[in-house]
Antibody
Framework: EGQLLESGGDLVQPGGSLRLSCAYS????????MNWVRQAPGKGLEWVSA????????IYTDSVKGRFTISRDNSKNTLYLQMNSLRVEDTAIYYC????????????WGQGTLVTVSS | DIVMTQTPLSSPVTLGQPASISCRSS???????????LSWLQQRPGQPPRLLIY???NRFSGVPDRFSGSGAGTDFTLKISRVEAEDVGVYYC??????????FGQGTRLEIK
C-alpha cells in the first residue's frame, strides 16, 4: 500500500521561507505526476503546483508563481515545495497527492502539514 | 479556469436515507480523448481527502457501492443510496480535464439530522 508523508510545516512570519517535504513509499512513484494541494482553515481545496515524473515539467497556480518552487528527488522518493516570500494568505494545510494518469485524479494523499504565516 | 459549482453547500440527512449532491462545470469536461475527468472526493473531519469516484461514475478501490456518480458534459451528481454515520464530512467534485489548473467545487457538507 502506497503512503505519502508530509513534513516541514511551521509558524513563520510574513516574508519568510519554508521547505515542505513529502516522502512517498510503498511503490514506485517515479513515473507519476505529483501535486501539492492546500486547504486554508475552514475552507475548500486549492490546487497549488504539479510536477511530472521526471521533474522536467512544473506548473503553479498564479498566486504562488515566482514565490514557490516544486521539485522532486526520485532517488530519495521525496517531493518538495520551497515556499519563499510567504504571505498571510498562504496559511493552510498543505497536502501532497499523486495524480493518477489512469483516473485523472488524486488516488493517494498525505495527511497534510500545517503552514501558518503570521506575525 | 474551469469553475465548479456545487449544490447544496450543506445537506442534513437522516441516517438510512438517500443524499444527492450536484456539481456543474463552467465548460464541458469532455476531454479530447473522449473521457470526462470528473471525480468526487470525500473529506471526513480531521482527515485528508480521499478519492471516491473517478471519470463520472467509477468507484475507486474500497468505496462502498452505496456511492454512485452520474452525469455528462457540465452536469454531474453524486448519490449516496443510504447514508451511514461514517459518511459525515465534506464532498468535493473535481475536474482534471482542463489541466492546468485542477479545480474543485466549493464542497458540500453532509451532516446527520
Amino acid at each position: 500500500e502506497g503512503q505519502l508523508l508530509e513534513s516541514g510545516g511551521d509558524l513563520v512570519q510574513p516574508g519568510g521561507s519554508l521547505r515542505l517535504s513529502c516522502a512517498y513509499s510503498g511503490f514506485n512513484f517515479n513515473n507519476d505526476g505529483m501535486n501539492w494541494v492546500r486547504q486554508a482553515p475552514g475552507k475548500g481545496l486549492e490546487w497549488v503546483s504539479a510536477i511530472s515524473g521526471d521533474g522536467n515539467y512544473r506548473i503553479y497556480t498564479d498566486s504562488v508563481k515566482g514565490r514557490f518552487t516544486i521539485s522532486r528527488d526520485n532517488s530519495k522518493n521525496t517531493l518538495y515545495l520551497q515556499m519563499n516570500s510567504l504571505r498571510v494568505e498562504d496559511t493552510a494545510i498543505y497536502y501532497c497527492g499523486r495524480f493518477s494518469s489512469i483516473y485523472y485524479s488524486y488516488d493517494y494523499w498525505g495527511q497534510g502539514t500545517l503552514v501558518t504565516v503570521s506575525s | 479556469d474551469i469553475v465548479m459549482t456545487q449544490t447544496p453547500l450543506s445537506s442534513p440527512v437522516t441516517l438510512g436515507q438517500p443524499a444527492s449532491i450536484s456539481c456543474r462545470s463552467s465548460q464541458s469536461l469532455v476531454h479530447s480523448d473522449g473521457n470526462t475527468y470528473l471525480s468526487w472526493l470525500q473529506q471526513r473531519p480531521g482527515q485528508p481527502p480521499r478519492l471516491l469516484i473517478y471519470k463520472i461514475s467509477n468507484r475507486f478501490s474500497g468505496v462502498p457501492d452505496r456511492f454512485s456518480g452520474s452525469g455528462a458534459g457540465t452536469d454531474f451528481t453524486l448519490k449516496i443510496s443510504r447514508v451511514e454515520a461514517e459518511d459525515v464530512g465534506v464532498y468535493y467534485c473535481m475536474q482534471g480535464t482542463h489541466f492546468p489548473p485542477i479545480t474543485f467545487g466549493q464542497g458540500t457538507r453532509l451532516e446527520i439530522k
